[in-house]
C-alpha cells in the first residue's frame, strides 16, 4: 500500500470515471470506470459496479465488472467478483466467489 490513498467511505457513491495516482480504497460505491497507476482495495462492504484497471487488487467486498491488474488480483475469503479479469498473478482464496475468465498472460 502507498503512502498516499484515497478513501472512498462508506456513505460515498460516485458515478463516472473515476483516476487516481495513488492507492484507492473503497469503502462505499463506486459505478463507471476506475484507473489508477497505484492499487485498488476493495473492503467488506464496499461495492465497485465498473471496469478497473490498476497495478494491484485486493478484494473483500464486491465487484461486478472487468478487471485489468498489471500485477496481481486477489480476492479474499467473503470477496465476490462478477467479470473477466486480466492479471499475470491472480489468487483466490478458499470463500472467495467468482464468476467470468480469467486471463493470466502479461498485460
Known sequence: MADEQTVIGPT????????SK????VQGTIRGRIETSADVFVEE?????AEIMTQNIDVRGTIVGDV???DRFEIHPGGSV???VHAPRVVLSDGAVYKGNIDMSET
Do not use: C, N
Open 45 to 49: 462492504g464496499g461495492l465497485v459496479e
Open 68 to 70: 485489468t491488474a498489471k
Open 82 to 84: 462478477t467479470g473477466d
Open 12 to 19: 460515498i457513491t460516485i458515478s463516472g470515471e473515476f483516476q
Open 22 to 25: 495513488e492507492d484507492v480504497s
